[in-house]
């Protein structure tokens, strides 16, 4: 089992910054790949970002690329979303996703981020 955690979600105003943070515990070495997923409402969970275990191969959602960058620390079993110049069409839950070697996936609980038009 792997457990995620998310934070640093908040309300921005259009063209702020936020970070979220996803600190993973459990069986974090049987983890291969990270990301952040967003759900607005009425619409269905998108992919945002995600990050390979060596951090060397990324993917972006087109609505983001330029914007966000994800990172990771695997001392620390966390991974990053650093959002700039974020947009009313950014607001949306914010979710932690985990894969592992045995095709798992684990997601966090979420965390709200608000860009108010």
């Known amino acids: 089992q792997v457990q995620l955690a998310e934070s640093g979600g908040g309300s921005v105003q259009a063209g702020g910054s936020l970070r979220l943070s996803c600190a993973a515990s459990?069986?974090?070495?049987?983890?291969?790949?990270m990301g952040w997923y967003r759900q607005a409402p009425g619409k269905e969970r998108e992919s945002v970002a995600t990050?390979?275990?060596?951090?060397?191969?990324?993917y972006y959602a087109d609505s983001v690329k330029g914007r966000f960058t994800i990172s990771r620390d695997n001392a620390k079993n966390t991974v990053f979303l650093q959002m700039y110049t974020l947009k009313p069409e950014d607001s949306a839950i914010y979710y932690c996703?985990?894969?592992?070697?045995?095709?798992?996936?684990?997601w966090g609980q979420g965390t709200q981020v608000t860009v108010p038009s």
């Open positions: 996703n985990a894969r592992t070697l045995g095709s798992n996936e684990y």
């Open positions: 990050i390979s275990r060596s951090g060397g191969s990324t």
């Open positions: 459990g069986r974090t070495g049987s983890v291969y790949s």
